[in-house]
């Protein structure tokens, strides 16, 4: 899974639950509950993106062959 | 503001290990933000669970808001990163560099041009961000590094926050603050507005070449300075909505003006090369050492430029910038076609909240209503298909070029930014609804005897900016507070505002949310920390100088009244 895949779950879980919770806020006690589960699954995607980014990084390093980066700038 | 929020030390950490945690993660860590934002948030959600007493339905407000908020900002990502991409699989950023390279040949104006004077000019018409999608990829497109590309115009068009996007953040802070003396706050805010105006551009030079960058700037500096901040100074008493986008305009004039002067035609073999990468610049030729070597810097560039030149002219490839500049002007400055197309808002409802400690939002039908059809997004998404639509007719995409494949790479950019972005902004609705933000601005109030408070002042207003990525948020969430602190303490409550409005333009130069459009665009989301890291010192220095010029206007006026 790539880290933009977990991006466009993640963001179709944040819509989704944007729904869920305007929809259910005025009365509906178990439709803002999920929305706003919805909202933190979305979340826990988006973090999962930190280790598939490390992950698609050292592939890329592997790639090109080479270690580090970085582009020299000075300071 | 009426709530029993315990100001203690202990609540005063929780409510700012949010924050902690965020810069943490983006500055020292340097997580993606689109991980390090959520884990913040969910500091924030547990801080306000199980410390500040609230309710989930309060939290499920506030993450609504939150995410109607961001969509609000992604709005501008998504149409800015398609015009970037369309004006870059079509060539215009070698078009641009190729033409600005003869039009205006002293690199450091050209810097000074786009990285301080065209953003501030933008911020004046339009903030939320556009002037960092216009003028990043311009910058990246001249051979500015990627990173300087953003930091350059986020401490360019700070200022200009204040009374920028034709006065937004000062009416905000007037329907939430009843200013005795409106008069004095506008004079206070000219006058301390002009210290980050300088800063900038005595920072932007400094990066260019230290003290070479300095020496050769100074007269612009000295002029655009003057424009900016003796025009607004003087026009905020007239037309506090106009003022900063004029004294704008005015310096975008002067920067022509100043291209003509025999100072800014000198060539010098010192000077140094900080901010452009190798290889691909303008002004001087044959850059970068290595490559340099190998260039015939002279004959063989000269044809390739002309080339460049005659497949795409400068005035094409700037065409979908100035078309969407022209739409900014119809669209905002014409009275008559503003009020016809703000008559379609759009806004959401939600119900009012309260917390275990009485901090209380009202129930609102139409929450942070905007009009489509003045938001930046939809110019900048016209502005993207006109630009399409004219690269196409001139043949300057290759085969393999669909509008399929340029909404797919700009989509592959602004992805991360979607999750992050979301997650910014609903830390910041969540701190604010639980009283986070309160006990941290009350904290410092309570702390401070009256004149230190004065000088926190514009510190408060940098941390609202910094939580909530906006200068208007930040004088909507903490100006009440201000002016009650001020009134408590017997200060001048102009002045207070004044101040706070200065740290809150001054904050958004940390602001992640704008940092991370930028960076988005740039391409370099990840480094987001590095960002803040370096626009860091210039806040705290801009803060400390604004600081002592309220205190210098509280003596002077014998209590600033």
Redesign the interface.
Known sequence: MTSNRLNLIASLFVLAGLVLLVVGLPDNRIMWLLGLGAVGVAMVVAIGTRVTEQREEEEGEQETGQGGGGTGEPT | MQTNLPVTVGYWIAAFLPILILLVLLVWRR??T??A???A??VAVGVALWLFRTP??T???A??KG??D??FVLYVIWPSLLLFKVAEDAGAFEAIQAGLRRLMPDRLLVVLAFGWVLTSFIQGIAGFGTPLAVTVPLLIGLGV?P??AVLLPIIGAAWGNAFGSLGTTWFATQSVVDLQNPEATLLYAAILLWIPNLLAGITISWLYGRWWGLRRAAPAIAVISLLHGGIQLVLLQVVPALATFIATAAAFAAIFVLNRWSFYRQEDEDEPN?LFVRGAWIGKEGEGEAEAADAEPGAEGRVQEQETEQRMPLLIAFAPYAILAVLAVVALLIPPITNVLEQVEVG????ETQTGYDVQQESVDAYAAFTPLTHPGTLLLISALAGYVLFRSRNLYDADETPATIGRDAA?QA??A???I??LL?ISKVMDHSGEITVLALGIAAVAPDLVYLAASNFIGILGALITSSNTASNVLFAPLQATAAEAEGLPVSLAIAAQTAGGATGNALAPGDALLGMTVAGIP?RLGELIGRALPWALITGILVSAGTLIIYFVTGGGG
């Open positions: 997580w993606p689109s991980a934002a959520p884990v948030l969910f989930l339905d939290l499920a407000v993450t609504g995410i109607w961001a969509i590094k990173l300087y900080r959401l409802p939600f119900p592959a992805l991360p979607t999750t992050a979301t997650a609903i990840e």
